[in-house]
């Protein structure tokens, strides 16, 4: 007992300081009765050593890093200025000869090598969930229905004298005891229905030709069925999908004629992440395209003229009708395409398609993107859809078309509305003239409109899917040409 006391008092008497060990655990203090000597971390200026790395190979270091790397010390525990490590992580060869213990030096290139930290961090326990304070499972509220009936239906018959009462009375308690007893009957007898996860695809919904239209923009089933065979024919793809080929296909179609977000397409698609939208989109576009671009086609002079309606009477030798459309995107990044891409028309930076129409409204011509600041004369010219005509065609025009000099060298007319010039106003045959090529020009508008229907031209055109631009107007120029013909069957010579 007396061995102990003195051992308690002796603890007692230790003054602790605050030179502590900071090596994860290790509890290591200075003690004035215990040989135990601390060190502080080598500095960045002292010399390097050779120290070899976890590839084995020999390299020059900084002290101190290999001190952290030893210890596993973190960037944030290597900007405090007190650190210190006990002579409990050296061995004996560490140290110079000739000094005492609690003042022992290490050598210059001593490394600690005993004892060292498995980890630097403490891994926090994982939280448990609290658990609600008042807690009620279903089943827990059926077992107290069902006692709280049991006890209700049982304390509820009715039990009276007889004699006490009269004939209408005995009569109500005797129908109120059958109702009763059919509530005991019955309570037991009680059923729940569960319907579970019910799952509806978005393709059932599309049941009517009037849906499909709104929908896709395609104008009917039959062209829908036809384009799913013809993508079997040509793009055969035999890995798996969460989605089959005729919803994915819808999918892009309601991309380009609703313009919905990659977001909302995954959640009207089976729960679908937006990247895996976003992929199936990027990969249909350009085998859709391929489909599609063969309904988008040069006719022939005896074509055209076999489905002339009665407003080209006066320009029978037209071949084509051009105009430019455009479409605004997304400001790009490089200076280079703001140039060319801003449109001093529309005040915005924009695409620019050549579109070209028979004169019986069948788009028959559709040029690759250009810039927004690219004039319609350079985009004609670089289209060389010239190439397609021969004298005597001609082609219907705006006054945006200044290309005299390039139609002058194929012998190709140019109908275009008369410009005013010196005049103050035009003369007789000018303004007929004038009047008849804009009853016949303006159905190439509607030709745009009808492509512009589609909201991915209306609202502003991704940066990042420019060069997807080429495809889906071909696309879309192919679901124009087999859609309802802008002029109806009264408008044509018969």
Known sequence: MENQENKKNKNKNKKKSNNYCSVYGCNSFYLTNECISFHRLPDLNEPKISWKNSFGIEELVNRRRIWAVKLKLSEEALTKKQLQVCSKHFTPNDYLPG????????????????????SSVILPSPKK????KKRVYQDQIEDECHDE????????????????????????ITVANNIINQLKTTQDNGTQVSSGDLVTPLISLIDHKKKLITMTGICSFNALNEIINLHKQYFPDKRTHRLNLKERIIMVFLKLKQGLSFAILSILFNDLTSET????????????AQIMQSLVYWLSKQEILSNLPFCFDNFNNVRVVLDCTEISVQRPKCLTCRIKCYSNYKSTFTLKFLVGITPGGLISFISKPYGGRS????????SNIIENMQPPDAIMVDKGFLIDDICKK???????PPFLKNQTQFNKDDALLSKNIAKARVHIERINQRLKSFKIFQQTFPWAHVHLASDIMAIVGGLCNISPPIFSLDKFNS
């Not at 969930?129 to 609600?132: A, H, I, L």
């Open 99 to 118: 000094f005492n213990r609690i003042r022992q030096r290490l050598r210059p290139f001593a490394v600690p090598s005993v004892n060292l930290p498995k």
């Open 129 to 132: 969930r609290s658990s609600p």
């Open 149 to 172: 009936n049991l006890n209700i239906s049982s304390s509820t018959s009715i039990q009276v004298d007889d004699d006490s009462l009269t004939s209408n009375q005995t009569n109500d």
């Open 277 to 288: 939208c976003r992929s199936t989109y990027i990969l249909m576009i350009p085998q859709l």
């Open 375 to 382: 004039s319609d004369k350079a985009i004609f010219e670089q």
């Open 410 to 416: 194929k012998n190709i007319s140019i109908i275009r």
